[in-house]
């Protein structure tokens, strides 16, 4: 932004300082439109999940074995927790710490793979597949889907790393962190709906 210059009739001239422009960036809006779109999605999922219990006889169908949840449990802890580090990275580029962003990044990221390391193994260690009946499919369908989300925030984490570390970043550009940051707690708080509704509360249910 540039100042206004004002002249007055008869008298010096008067610079205008402008005045700062508030809001969020048009990438940030882009990314939120993209989560309200993508929350959608999740919603069908869990809904369409929530409606196949309701109707059935017995849950799982199939007499099928549960998912395994002490370790999972375990791990979503890890992944929902790997959003203080995110925080801590959005506090700390406004203040110009840019080597607390690349600590705070670093650790999201591996938190996050961790978790989806665990995810594979989940998968691995199913006792039913996505084509055996109703409930295997939308078990496949919504924890990959969210799997799939994870690993996009890994890949758009890892890029914006790169940028960090090349000098792009700095306490007055940091707007793909701020867009990253909201990506990445979406992709955790689904995960809150979708652990307590297809993993954890089946087994409460016995």
Do not use: C
């Amino acid at each position: 932004m540039t100042d206004a210059v004002v002249p007055v009739p008869g008298g010096p001239t008067v610079r205008v300082e402008p005045v700062p422009r508030r809001g969020y960036s048009t990438a940030w809006w882009g990314m939120a439109t993209v989560i309200a779109t993508e929350s959608m999605i999740f919603i069908g999922l869990l809904s369409t999940y929530f409606f196949l219990r309701a109707t059935a006889s017995e849950w799982p169908l199939g007499g099928l074995e549960l998912p395994e949840l002490k370790y999972t449990s375990i791990f979503s802890v890890v992944l929902i927790g790997s959003s203080i580090p995110v925080i801590f990275g959005e506090r700390a580029i406004e203040k110009g710490h840019v080597g607390a962003l690349k600590v705070a990044l670093g650790l999201a990221w591996l938190m996050g793979a961790a978790f989806l390391y665990r995810t594979v193994i989940d998968f691995r260690e199913l006792h039913f597949g996505w084509r055996d009946n109703a409930y295997g499919s939308i078990y496949y369908t919504t924890i990959g889907l969210h799997a799939l989300h994870v690993l996009g925030g890994l890949a758009i984490s890892a890029v914006v790393q790169i940028k960090v570390w090349l000098g792009r970043v700095d306490r007055e550009h940091h707007i793909s962190v701020d867009v990253f940051a909201l990506y990445w707690h979406f992709v955790d708080v689904v995960w809150i709906f979708v652990f307590s509704s297809l993993i954890l509360s089946p087994h409460l249910g016995r």
